[in-house]
């Protein structure tokens, strides 16, 4: 069965520290990679989205993530955050068209940026 | 606002009550998606459908959860005979099927179910 692994469940960080969560599927067929974001009180957003070709995916918000294929991860980076990227952040994953288009989503982890 | 909406944003009720939620998706979107969110987890998916067509259920959906979409648009869920287990919040997300390539999901605000 797919599965999602976020193994930080919860990351406090200072203003202009780098941030690295990590991000681990198990499938083994073609996989589409996503990090959304969930702001206090608003709903899930989504940050950036892999497919297919450069495995350095740039989203939103300065928010960037790099597919490696051979270790099944998907981790999202940002080089310096701001009090206002406090939120949970979700990664999950779909088969698409070889499977289904269903999200299979991780627990999530929350951020807390001091200010 | 063009987005994904739902209603009610909040259902108080009592064990062994039916309730019903609304799920209106973008209005282009030809697939809807239900998920369940409880406290400290991911969403869970329970359902999709490509127009009105229920494509996949979850194991997650037992006998008392139906979901329809009955003109390929707006979409309900109903839970009957709610049990406290069943308080969670209940997502719905909708996307453009672009042949074989990935989707992307654009979620609603959520309703979010308590069952005393």
């Known amino acids: 069965a797919q599965s999602v692994s976020q193994h930080n469940h919860h990351v406090i960080l200072s203003e202009a520290a780098s941030l690295e969560l990590g991000c681990n599927y198990s499938?083994?067929?073609?996989?589409?990679l996503f990090w959304y974001v969930q702001y206090p009180g608003q709903h899930l957003q989504l940050l950036l989205k892999?497919?297919?070709?450069?495995?350095l995916v740039k989203g939103i918000k300065g928010f960037e993530a790099e597919f490696i294929k051979s270790k099944f991860s998907f981790n999202l980076r940002k080089p310096s955050v701001q009090w206002s990227d406090t939120a949970e952040y979700f990664c999950?994953?779909?088969?698409?068209?070889?499977?289904?288009?269903?999200?299979?989503f991780g627990t999530g982890t929350r951020l807390k940026v001091l200010a | 606002d063009t987005g994904v909406s739902q209603n009610p944003r909040h259902k108080i009720t009592k064990r062994g009550q039916n309730v019903t939620f609304r799920c209106d998706p973008i209005?282009?979107?030809?697939?809807l998606y239900w998920y369940r969110q409880t406290l400290g987890q991911g969403p869970e998916f329970l359902t999709y459908?490509?127009?009105?067509?229920?494509?996949?259920k979850s194991r997650l959906l037992s006998d008392r959860f139906s979901a329809e979409r009955p003109k390929g648009s707006f979409s309900t869920l109903e839970i009957q005979r709610t049990e406290q287990g069943d308080s969670a919040m209940y997502l719905c997300?909708?996307?453009?099927?672009?042949?074989?390539?990935?989707?992307?999901?654009?979620f609603g605000p959520g309703t979010r179910l308590t069952v005393l």
């Open positions: 499938y083994g067929g073609t996989v589409n």
């Open positions: 892999y497919f297919s070709g450069d495995p």
């Open positions: 997300a909708s996307s453009l099927a672009l042949g074989g390539a990935g989707d992307e999901q654009f």
């Open positions: 459908f490509q127009n009105e067509a229920q494509l996949e």
């Open positions: 209005s282009e979107h030809n697939r």
């Open positions: 999950a994953v779909n088969a698409g068209a070889s499977g289904t288009y269903k999200y299979i």
